[in-house]
Structure formats: structure tokens, C-alpha cells
T-cell receptor
Framework: EDQVTQSPEALRLQEGESSSLNCSYTVSGLRGLFWYRQDPGKGPEFLFTLYSAGEEKEKERLKATLTKKESFLHITAPKPEDSATYLCAVQWLTGGGNKLTFGTGTQLKVEL | IAGITQAPTSQILAAGRRMTLRCTQDMRHNAMYWYRQDLGLGLRLIHYSNTAGTTGKGEVPDGYSVSRANTDDFPLTLASAVPSQTSVYFC???????????FGSGTRLTVV
């Protein structure tokens, strides 16, 4: 079953049009939630780690928040250079130890 | 520049051939990982190593093997390649559980 679900799959914004990306998870024993940015032909680039509900992290036009069931990546006044695929990953505790599960990503396109 | 180096960047391989994907990091991270990324499936863990001398199986280990003789190197071997192993392969490292991962730029492998 899907344990990490990202929505929407794709999002097209005009420059300056703020929006949010969603990452919902159904795992228990959350150890951390990670956000990454991936440009075409490159590896994912680490953005944020959130560890507990209520926590927020910011970096330039990006702000990540976390609740007990989901995380949001808010993009304020985006620019074309923010176009990329944004991945979230959840680290959780299983009987076999920690496990990291990735979502399938949201492909963001910011147009002039 | 500190980071992860993967080689080759791309490869076309005949089915049945043996292939080793190379991964080297210079950050002295303890943990290293191999993922494959396929459209619609996201990143899936193949094998991991929490520290030099130890390895473990991930979500999709069949057909792959790894070794971790030292801290810096973590090669991935396909003993007898099959077309279903066509994918983009990413090597990653982290200081430890709960820390963000650093990814390489990937190896695009096509098995024909």
C-alpha cells in the first residue's frame, strides 16, 4: 500500500503565484520527513528535515511544515528557477530498523 | 568539491553481461545507499551500508550485490543484467539515521 503520497503529480504556476505541495503519509513511528528538489538529469538535492508535528523550516521562497499526517511545501512568489520535481521522503521505525520511503514527487513548472 | 561521484554517467549494456556501477564519496559519511528511480515508482532502495564492512538488503535487492570495503567506496554489481534493470541508479550517503541524504548525479543504465 502507498505509505507516502504526494499531490498534485504536476503543477503549473505563473511567476509570483504562490501555492503548496502536499506530502501525506500513513506510517507510524515517524523519525523524520525530508524534502528534496530534483532537476532533470540530476540527483535529488536535500532541502529540509522535519522531525515533529508543528515544526517549520524555511529557505528562500520555500517553507516546509509538518503535521501528524502530512507535510506541506509552501512556495511563495515562485520564479522560473524554482521549476523542478519536489520529492518528500519519510523515515520511520519498523521491526527491522529505520526505513526511508520516498513519494513519487510533484513536478513543478513556473512560467513567466 | 565535497560530494558523491558516480561512474559511468550512462551505459548501454547487453542482457546477460556483468556490470559494476561505481560510487565514491569524500564526506566521510558512515552510511551509503543505492537507489533506482523509475517513472511512476519513485526512488526504491536496492542495498545499503550503515558502516564500512557491513551491508544490507533494501526493497528491491534481487539481481544486485554490493560491497563496502572502506568508508568511501560503495560499488553496485549486476551479475547478469536483464532488461527490467533498465533504470536510473543513484548512490547516496548520510552521516547517519535521521540526517539528510547527499545524492550523486546518477547512472542511466539501459539493458538491451
Amino acid at each position: 500500500e502507498d505509505q507516502v503520497t504526494q499531490s498534485p503529480e504536476a503543477l503549473r504556476l505563473q511567476e509570483g503565484e504562490s501555492s503548496s505541495l502536499n506530502c501525506s503519509y500513513t506510517v507510524s513511528g515517524l523519525r523524520g520527513l525530508f524534502w528534496y528538489r530534483q532537476d532533470p538529469g540530476k540527483g535529488p538535492e536535500f532541502l529540509f528535515t522535519l522531525y515533529s508535528a508543528g515544526e517549520e523550516k524555511e529557505k528562500e521562497r520555500l517553507k516546509a511544515t509538518l503535521t501528524k499526517k502530512e507535510s506541506f511545501l509552501h512556495i511563495t512568489a515562485p520564479k522560473p528557477e524554482d521549476s523542478a520535481t519536489y520529492l518528500c521522503a519519510v523515515q520511520w521505525l519498523t521491526g527491522g530498523g529505520n526505513k526511508l520511503t520516498f513519494g513519487t514527487g510533484t513536478q513543478l513548472k513556473v512560467e513567466l | 568539491i565535497a560530494g558523491i561521484t558516480q561512474a559511468p554517467t550512462s551505459q548501454i549494456l547487453a542482457a546477460g553481461r556483468r556490470m559494476t556501477l561505481r560510487c565514491t564519496q569524500d564526506m566521510r559519511h558512515n552510511a551509503m545507499y543505492w537507489y533506482r528511480q523509475d517513472l511512476g515508482l519513485g526512488l526504491r532502495l536496492i542495498h545499503y551500508s550503515n558502516t564500512a564492512g557491513t551491508t544490507g538488503k533494501g526493497e528491491v535487492p534481487d539481481g544486485y550485490s554490493v560491497s563496502r570495503a572502506n568508508t568511501d567506496d560503495f560499488p553496485l554489481t549486476l551479475a547478469s543484467a536483464v532488461p527490467s534493470q533498465t533504470s536510473v541508479y543513484f548512490c547516496a550517503s548520510s552521516r547517519g539515521q535521521g540526517n539528510g541524504y547527499t545524492f550523486g548525479s546518477g547512472t542511466r543504465l539501459t539493458v538491451v
